[in-house]
Nanobody, 120 residues
């Protein structure tokens, strides 16, 4: 089983920066994608960024120039560097570990979330 623990959230003013981390533990032999999602009260979780096991990142177009996802295979973690933060970036940020078997999604794992609050 895979376990994920997020950290790095906090409160920041508009234009500020935060760096989130997601530490991966446990064992799995699956091909995987890791992603960051954001959720606000009353809304569904929305995709923020993703990264393949090979290190290829993806972002929504509106975040591509402000957020950077990366991985550290030695420390077994992924990071999300968030710059030029906006009020609409506020939310609970969750780390997701999605397993695939020959292209088909199998098990998915979520962390507990870390809160990001951006104030004007």
């Amino acid at each position: 089983q895979v376990h994920l623990v997020e950290s790095g959230g906090g409160s920041v003013q508009v234009g500020g920066s935060l760096s989130l981390s997601c530490v991966v533990s446990g064992a799995t032999d699956c091909t995987y994608l890791m992603s960051w999602f954001r959720q606000t009260p009353g809304d569904e979780r929305r995709f923020v960024s993703g990264i393949t096991s090979g290190g290829d990142p993806t972002y929504p177009n509106y975040l591509k120039s402000r957020f950077t996802i990366s991985q550290d295979n030695v420390k077994k973690m992924i990071n999300l560097q968030m710059n030029s933060l906006k009020v609409e970036d506020t939310g609970m940020y969750y780390c997701k570990f999605q397993c695939f078997d020959n292209g088909a999604a199998t098990g998915a794992y979520w962390g507990q979330g870390t809160q990001v609050t951006v104030s004007s």
